[in-house]
């Protein structure tokens, strides 16, 4: 395989070889987001603490989700897809509130 | 924002439409057209902006939008290839269909972006008479003193907006609908998530790569890359960029625990894709979930005063040979224009009164196709199809055409046991899923 070249294999390669793609940041820095001031998903780091399979951790595509040594949820409301895949796969109750962001914030999608 | 206040049983618009996308500006359409007043609520910046999609748009549903769309359409280009790929990490086996017909008026299926497509859609709602309203949430539903749906309450001060009808058409996750009671509880196992990369190339090259021409397009589609989740791969050549990605299943990708652009980028890697996007440049990375469950996990439609459409109402077709969704949307939304303008014409706006819009999506493709292939997403999603065929067929190809001298050559027959018994199928079970296949597409 032909080594990295390309925006794809562009200023931060990931580990993994050639051609695995972007840094995630930069992957997230190709989206427009109107961040707003107020945090439109809320996570109860109590509930998940009791979790033992954390599955929104992987699941986000925007990778939104980090484990923190005291075993509960870290959360960054900020760059999301506004997808609704984090409660849909928690299957703690009322560990995710999810409402949409304010109007007019939030992602922007211009090749949707 | 026009005409907020109002009191409980005083409508001031004849409907309120919550979500900009293309249900719900086919829905503004119809009723504007019909001389009804209607406000589309987008909660976006602009129609379009929280909307991601697999690629293509079957336009013929257009023709009730206006006549001769495809002169004005903000396509990309028009799909006259399509191709199904069945893979594993290092083969593929292609069946690739190509018509000079679907270059031609009326065309089949096109790609677009959904900013220009949602916003061009929209537009045509606004034409119309109906009053869009962007940058604007639809949180809560408004009830009249009986307790019936009688308009939204939106996040602007003073945001009420009073209707006769409410029409949800807010999307997959549809928060309209739940809080009205017609949807049970999101289950995640009817929902995939689509992840998408926008890829940018010149457009010389997307002709030269793809064997294009002028304003032709291709769709491929594609399964078994999806390292055994459920769901599968796609790519479709827009103007100067290719989307390309995966649809997983939700549970099973959370049960995986892989991360969604790893597998992305597998499809990127793999030996039959990668020398088409070779040198491209990530221009936009998305996603977005999508409703699988077909006709069998749809909501109720209908209640006093509110109708749901569009992905709302579940009616994106994941069917596996047929994979559509746009043109479920706008359908739902002009049959749900249609059956609000007779339920005012007759002063009946209680479900009963809206009846007629599940019977007008029953009698056309809308919910006639969904019902017809309503056993498909479980095919389609099933064991054997996702992580067993693709290595099968491609195994079976390669055992056909790998000459092998001075050894003679095998019979077909031998080379399908050889290659079934090697993925762990036998070949009853797969006389048993063609016949099943045969009953659900037949």
Redesign the interface.
């Known amino acids: ?2 080594p990295p ?4 294999g ?1 200023a931060n390669p990931v580990p ?1 070889g050639p ?4 840094s ?1 940041e ?3 820095a ?2 427009e987001f ?1 961040v707003g001031a107020r945090a439109h998903i809320v996570v109860d780091s109590d509930v998940c603490r009791s979790c033992t ?1 954390q ?1 929104c951790v ?2 986000c ?3 939104l989700f980090a484990p923190t040594s005291d075993g509960g949820i870290l959360f960054n409301y900020e760059e999301c ?5 984090c ?3 928690c299957n703690h109750e009322g560990a995710i509130a999810w ?6 914030q ?7 | 924002m026009t005409g907020p206040g109002g009191a409980p049983g005083s409508p001031v618009f004849d409907a309120v439409v919550v979500g900009a996308g293309p249900a719900g500006s086919a829905a503004a359409l119809a009723l504007a057209r019909a001389g009804r007043s209607v406000v589309l609520v987008e909660r976006g910046p602009f129609p379009g902006s929280k909307n991601v999609y697999g690629g293509v748009v079957y336009g013929r549903v257009l023709d009730e939008v206006v006549p001769e769309w495809w002169k004005q359409v903000p396509v990309e280009r028009w799909v006259v290839r399509r191709s199904t790929m069945m893979m594993t990490g290092t083969q593929s086996v292609s069946v690739d269909y190509r018509s000079a017909a679907w270059g031609q008026a009326p065309y089949n299926g096109m790609t677009t972006l959904r900013s220009r497509f949602d916003s061009w859609m929209a537009a045509k709602a606004v034409e119309a008479g109906a009053v869009l309203v962007t940058s604007t949430v639809a949180t809560h539903l408004l009830r009249d003193a009986g307790g019936r749906i009688a308009g939204v309450r939106t996040d602007r001060e003073q945001g009420e907006l009073w209707a006769r009808v409410v029409v949800a058409c807010d999307g997959v996750n549809s928060f309209l609908a739940k809080e009205a009671g017609l949807m049970p509880v999101a289950e995640a196992s009817h929902h995939t998530l689509g992840v998408k990369e926008v890829l940018e190339l010149p457009r010389h090259i997307i002709d030269e790569r793809f064997g294009l021409r002028g304003d032709e397009g291709v769709d491929i589609e594609m399964l078994g890359c999806t390292r055994g989740i459920p769901g599968g791969g796609f790519l479709y050549t827009n103007a100067d960029t290719v989307s390309l990605g995966v649809v997983l299943s939700l549970p099973h990708l959370a049960e995986a625990k892989v991360r969604p652009e790893e597998l992305i980028a597998d499809l990127r890697n793999h030996p039959s894709i990668a020398p088409y996007l070779r040198d491209a440049t990530l221009r936009e990375y998305s996603a977005h979930l999508i409703p699988e469950g077909g006709y069998d996990a749809m909501p109720v439609m209908v209640t006093d005063g509110m109708l749901v459409a569009g992905d709302a109402a579940g009616m994106t077709l994941a069917a596996g040979l047929w994979l559509e969704g746009v043109n479920f949307a706008i359908g739902s939304g002009l049959a749900a224009g249609r059956a609000i303008d007779r339920a005012i014409a007759a002063g009946d706006c209680s479900a009963r009164g809206l009846a007629s819009y599940r019977a007008d999506l029953e009698g056309q493709f809308v919910l006639a196709d969904h019902k017809r292939l309503r056993k498909a997403p479980g095919l389609v999603l099933s064991e054997r199809i996702q992580q067993r065929y693709p290595g099968l067929v491609c195994d079976l190809v390669e055992g056909m055409f790998t000459v092998t001298n001075p050894t003679p050559k095998r019979g077909g027959l031998r080379v399908t046991r050889s290659a079934a018994a090697k993925h762990g199928v036998k070949l009853r079970q797969m006389a048993a899923d063609a016949t099943r296949a045969a009953r659900i597409f037949g």
């Open positions: 395989m032909s070249t390309g925006a794809l562009g993994g051609w695995r793609g972007i995630f930069d992957r997230m190709t989206v109107r399979t599955v992987t699941a595509p925007a990778n897809f506004e997808c609704g895949t409660y849909m796969v409402t949409y962001p304010d109007g007019g939030g992602v922007v999608f211009h090749h949707g």
